[in-house]
């Protein structure tokens, strides 16, 4: 186990490093500073996605309560960013303060939640919210499997946008070094679009929708997309 954890830490390593982000000046995105998500900054980048997904379809429907769902939230986000396998990026004002932040996982990194983590999620979901979130995470799975196989491909898992610094170019900035990255590299990129609202968003960078679940009517419509590396 640990040995697959330091070689998953050290492919991202390697792709972090190809990322560039010194190329990406706040002139050159709207005034926004994009940077890598530092450790101690774990707890903060958890509630800013947190506000960001409260009112997500997905979220909505595994807790319906609405304090429940603020509260709990930022404990389903915290494992993603204290672990060391995906690339984490964040947009940041002049202080340093968070607008947004994206988790990605790169090629040849595979997504996994630890056990704890897992079983902690299932107590807090409820015997309810846990079978709706296994129901449509196996879909997705599914669906994803579908699309690419076993094809190389970068995984947006999370990205979110605080709702004071939405339409200001924030999730584009989180996105940009991920797709230059795909282009130059000619792998594509795939995510699921829990949020109908989001669908233009993710369309204008190159996204198309490739898979839809929930048109059965037992969950929200909710999307995979896959953006295809541009020549």
Not at 18 to 35: A, M, Q, S, V
Not at 44 to 73: G, N, W
Not at 132 to 155: A, C, N, R, W
Request: no cysteine.
């Amino acid at each position: 186990g640990q040995q697959l954890e330091q070689a998953n830490e050290r492919m991202t390593q390697q792709w972090i490093t190809k990322l560039n982000l010194e190329d990406y000046t706040p002139e050159k995105n709207l005034g926004n500073l994009i940077k890598l998500h530092p450790s101690y900054q774990a707890s903060e980048a958890a509630h800013i996605l947190a506000r960001s997904f409260r009112f997500d379809p997905f979220y909505v429907i595994t807790t319906p309560d609405d304090e429940k769902r603020i509260e709990a939230l930022p404990k389903k986000f915290l494992p993603w960013l204290s672990n060391e396998d995906p690339i984490k990026l964040i947009v940041t004002d002049q202080k340093g303060f968070i607008k947004g932040v994206n988790i990605t996982y790169p090629p040849g990194v595979e997504i996994k939640m630890d056990e704890g983590a897992r079983q902690k999620m299932r107590d807090e979901l409820g015997e309810e919210g846990w079978k709706i979130f296994s129901q449509v995470l196996g879909q997705m799975g599914k669906g994803h499997h579908e699309v690419l196989g076993d094809t190389p491909h970068f995984y947006v898992l999370f990205l979110g946008t605080d709702p004071a610094y939405q339409r200001q170019g924030v999730g584009g900035t989180l996105l940009k070094p991920i797709l230059d990255l795909a282009d130059r590299e000619g792998i594509p990129v795939y995510l699921d679009n829990t949020t109908p609202n989001n669908d233009a968003f993710y369309t204008s960078h190159g996204f198309v929708t490739k898979k839809i679940y929930g048109e059965d009517g037992s969950f929200p419509i909710m999307k995979g997309m896959l953006r295809e590396p541009k020549k």
